[in-house]
């Protein structure tokens, strides 16, 4: 006696559900110009490498012997598989079986792909395209009756933020549930032209009167501006190209380090460019990037966000092969100045580099807040008062360069003081609680007015607040603890990554983090 005719059967189910939705919404997927499930999940992963969970799972109708004569599988295919030899959990909608709204397992696989990713430990990916949730309005008609509204396995997802890194790839149409479940990720990235990210999609959007197409509604253009996805890119494979890069950076959960990359750059390379780089003009700004390329190990920088907040940049690197979160400013956007928006981008960045025990490397040329109204009208001092608080509460190891300005309350924010100052200006730095270009003028207002020359009096004053200003006189009283030369800014980096890789160890109480 054997087992031919059940082994049989099982060959015959999986060869159905690997069918998705059928050869005509195949062929839909195909000429909408966007990958289907599977061969999503072949591109991602190492080949032969996936193993999945619920192969099985679905809808079946049988005839009245009890013989299955029709199958059609849940719209969710998760399993486990590699990246370049390091395992990860995979999450995938098939939009090819109702849109990828719930139908039959769906809701239980995604609640069990969360859980494998977050009890084993592994990285998670999720590759997002439909709705996830709870189905359309006909399905209330098959229900009999309605219900009150709860997300599924949300503990879950809300729970791997603070275990393992979640990663999510916008692939297509996105609305409602699935939207929340791209965003609650540390990484998001969506496809330009083929994938658009909505609350409701264009046909509940027009019951308020609002006639758009998915493009206008939720285009990466919009949701990169928005902060609410960090990346775009132009094709599928390069949006999961940018995910292995941006995990390569970080470990498997929280309970282990981030391992130490290939060392192939010299840790005590040097760059005499970049004592010229900055401008004694503190008008002009300059490329802050460039100072990233020269004092990071050769290639490994990855930018996040780089259309939000855009007067701070955000990105992951390396020390000598150690991995490191590094926040600079951008002098060229609002000349470094934080907004309300930039100051949600380093509060998020920041809790990414406590919950995995990256060190952070702060290149700083703040002058403040940015001011006005509109800046008021966006509760900047709000935000930036919370990013404040982020880095006051952050405990992994942390290290200041001062390039250039540093001022006010948003110039506070390069570091928390009250820990050792693991901090370097360079010969440019100028710094105060208001810049001499604006603060002159409110605090010999009255002398001013009074002078026969208010002309000369400013210069002689100028001449007087330049000398004081000297990043020299500062560094006398220890108020800075160390200027260098510009050029030797990466030794001492790849120093700090040295040092403070055997303190990045895991918290018994992990951070909060909030997407």
Same mark, same amino acid.
């Not at 031919?4 to 195909?30: N, V």
């Not at 959990?89 to 859980?115: H, L, M, N, P, W």
């Not at 952050?394 to 050792?420: E, S």
């Not at 006398?476 to 040295?498: C, H, N, S, V």
């Given at each position: ?75 969710? %295919?998760? /399993?486990? +598989? #590699? ?8 999450? =995938? @909608?098939?939009?090819?079986?109702? $849109? ?104 509940? %959007?027009? /019951?308020? +009167? #609002? ?8 285009? =990466? @253009?919009?949701?990169?501006?928005? $902060? ?106 609002? /000349?470094? +100045? ?178």
């Amino acid at each position: 006696m054997s087992w031919k005719d059940e082994i049989e059967e099982l060959r015959k189910r999986r060869e159905l559900a690997r069918g998705m939705g059928g050869p005509e919404k195949l062929a839909r997927q195909r000429a909408a110009g966007r990958l289907n499930v599977r061969e999503r999940i072949d591109q991602l992963l190492d080949a032969g490498s996936f193993r999945e969970v619920g192969s099985i799972a679905g809808s079946a109708e049988y005839d009245a012997a009890g013989a299955l004569t029709d199958f059609k599988p849940a719209n969710c %295919v998760f /399993g486990r +598989g #590699e990246i370049n030899g390091r395992t990860v959990a995979v999450v =995938a @909608d098939d939009f090819t079986v109702r $849109g990828g709204a719930a139908d039959a397992a769906i809701i239980e696989k995604q609640i069990q792909a969360e859980k494998m990713a977050g009890e084993l430990r592994l990285p998670l990916i999720r590759l997002i395209e439909g709705t996830g949730g709870g189905g359309s309005v006909k399905s209330l008609l098959d229900m009999g009756a309605s219900y009150i509204p709860f997300n599924p396995g949300w503990d879950q997802v809300v729970a791997n933020l603070e275990r393992v890194p979640v990663v999510s790839l916008v692939l297509g149409p996105v609305a409602g549930l699935g939207a929340a479940r791209a965003v609650s990720s540390h990484y998001s990235v969506m496809v330009k032209g083929l994938s658009q990210m909505f609350v409701a999609g264009p046909p509940v %959007v027009a /019951g308020i +009167g #609002e006639t758009v197409t998915k493009e206008e509604l939720g285009g =990466a @253009d919009i949701q990169l501006a928005a $902060g609410a996805v960090d990346d775009a890119y132009a094709t599928e494979a390069e949006a999961m190209e940018a995910a292995k890069w941006f995990l390569s950076h970080l470990p498997d959960s929280i309970h282990e380090p981030p391992a130490r990359g290939p060392v192939s750059d010299d840790p005590a390379r040097t760059d005499p460019r970049l004592s010229e780089i900055v401008p004694r003009d503190r008008r002009y700004g300059y490329d802050m990037h460039a100072i990233l390329r020269s004092t990071m190990d050769a290639g490994s920088v990855f930018e996040m966000g780089r259309n939000f907040g855009r007067s701070v940049i955000t990105a992951l690197a390396r020390l000598d092969g150690w991995p490191v979160a590094v926040l600079a400013s951008n002098p060229n956007i609002y /000349g470094g +100045g934080w907004t309300a928006e930039a100051a949600q981008k380093v509060t998020r960045f920041v809790d990414l580099a406590e919950t995995f025990r990256l060190p952070v490397v702060h290149f700083v040329d703040i002058p403040g807040f940015v001011i006005g109204t509109q800046a008021e009208r966006a509760g900047t001092i709000r935000h930036g008062a919370r990013a404040l608080s982020a880095i006051y509460q952050a405990t992994t190891p942390w290290c200041a360069i001062v390039v250039r300005k540093a001022f006010g309350v948003a110039g506070a924010a390069m570091m928390d003081h009250t820990r050792f100052r693991w901090r370097y200006a360079w010969p440019s730095g100028y710094w105060g609680s208001l810049p001499l270009e604006g603060g002159l003028e409110a605090a010999f207002k009255a002398a001013l007015a009074e002078s026969e020359d208010p002309d000369a009096m400013k210069a002689e004053l100028n001449r007087k607040m330049s000398a004081v200003t000297s990043p020299f006189r500062t560094a006398e009283r220890f108020w800075a603890e160390e200027i260098i030369d510009p050029a030797d800014t990466r030794p001492l980096l790849t120093e700090f990554a040295r040092l403070a890789a055997p303190l990045r160890e895991p918290r018994a109480q992990p951070p909060r983090y909030r997407p």
